[in-house]
């Protein structure tokens, strides 16, 4: 059986290697997509709502309108609306700003576990050299 050249040999790694940044890249390509999908569709669902409260509003305004509510009294009203639509705009601040920082200290756990594969694969490397040497010079 004849030698193959090393420029065409293929090894097991190779294969592994190839294929898996494929599908890696693959996958990557698709996150635009389906961040905009999802933003699509939940921009769509809030519109959904927001025109909701607006058909709501055509009607609730023929209503309270007859009643002749008093002005300070819809002035308290409003106050207070405006108090909770504040406080839950807070919220909303800092739910996203958590998280926000739940993915950035995701980020910091790969960037951690990804120094430390580094390192051991680096040191199993050494280790496992270290061990083909004393082997090859048993032969």
């Known amino acids: 059986m004849a030698k193959k050249s090393a420029e065409n040999e293929i090894s097991v790694c190779d294969i592994l290697k190839d294929n898996t940044t494929k599908v890696i890249r693959k996958l990557e390509s698709q996150i635009p997509q389906?961040?905009?999908?999802?933003?699509?569709?939940?921009?769509h669902y809030l519109h959904l709502l927001d025109d909701y409260f607006g058909t709501c509003y055509l009607w609730q305004k023929q209503y309270f309108d007859r009643l002749g509510l008093d002005s300070k009294a819809l002035n308290a009203i409003s106050d207070y609306w405006n108090t909770v639509t504040d406080l839950y705009c807070t919220q909303i601040d800092m739910i996203t700003n958590a998280q926000k920082s739940n993915i950035d200290t995701r980020e910091k756990m790969i960037d951690m576990c990804d120094q430390y594969i580094h390192q051991a694969l680096d040191y199993y490397g050494k280790v496992f050299s270290q061990a083909l040497s004393k082997i090859n010079e048993k032969k």
Do not use: E, F, V
């Open 34 to 43: 389906n961040i905009q999908a999802y933003s699509d569709l939940y921009t």
